[in-house]
């Protein structure tokens, strides 16, 4: 399976304030996402991360609010700006290997749990 | 959109007992995944189903998929100390996931 970093593991951030989340694959893939799981929720995708591209953003989330970098194959960002409480949940970035046996299985990272006061 | 719903949302289970987690969908789903989620970890995969009707075993996990492709349930039997955490059924569009709420199972031994 696909070794899958992300960067900061968990943080404390003040209101207004942006993060930035490193998500780091072992190998190159086509297909990464970043999805947002508040406490005690499920997971709500908030993009595709396209490499070379804008990223694909469901609805509810904005570019603006949520910016995200896919410069090469391997690696992601995806920034929380101006943040408010109700941005407190576990960020998780999750790709698609290419070698896959099983079509569209996602492989997630271990989460940034951000809490804002 | 796709929506997936999940129940029961929690799932209080004795040690040595059998239980069953369902997911239904708003719409026909294509294929649909499962996933679990240790308290403090990160979802992982457990099982993609396909096929109208189709029954997959892990063990002591059987999955299985509706017949209309619209539903699909969980059945842990014998459950154990290491079956705690979130279970997720997933419904699949273009590489989207649709997340279903979630089943969160304690046991008490």
């Known amino acids: 399976s696909a070794v899958i970093s992300q960067k900061p593991s968990r943080d404390i951030c003040q209101r207004g304030t942006s993060l930035t989340i490193q998500c780091q694959v072992d190998?190159?893939?086509?297909?990464m996402f970043w999805y947002r799981q508040q406490p005690g929720q499920s997971l709500t995708l908030i993009a595709t991360?396209?490499?070379?591209?804008?990223?694909?953003?469901e609805s509810g989330f904005v570019i603006d609010k949520f910016p995200i970098s896919r410069p090469n194959l391997t690696f992601s960002t995806l920034t929380v700006s101006n943040m408010s409480p109700e941005d407190s949940s576990i960020y998780l970035c999750?790709?698609?290997?290419?070698?896959?046996?099983?079509?569209?299985?996602?492989?997630f990272g271990p989460g940034t749990r951000l809490l804002v006061l | 959109g796709q929506q997936v719903m999940q129940i029961p949302q929690y799932q209080h289970v004795q040690e040595g007992e059998d239980f069953t987690t369902y997911c239904n969908s708003s719409?026909?789903?294509?294929?649909i995944q499962w996933y679990k989620q240790r308290p403090g970890g990160h979802p992982v995969f457990l099982i993609q189903?396909?096929?109208?009707?189709e029954v997959k075993k892990q063990k002591r996990l059987t999955f299985q998929f509706g017949e209309a492709k619209k539903n699909s349930s969980l059945h842990i039997t014998a459950t154990q100390t290491t079956d705690v955490g979130t279970y997720f059924c997933?419904?699949?569009?273009?590489?989207?996931?649709?997340f279903g709420a979630g089943t969160t199972v304690t046991v008490r031994a």
């Open positions: 991360a396209n490499q070379g591209s804008e990223a694909t953003y």
């Open positions: 190998s190159q893939v086509t297909m």
């Open positions: 719409t026909t789903l294509s294929n």
């Open positions: 999750s790709v698609v290997p290419p070698w896959t046996t099983l079509w569209e299985t996602q492989y």
């Open positions: 997933a419904g699949i569009n273009d590489y989207k996931l649709s």
């Open positions: 189903l396909v096929k109208s009707g």
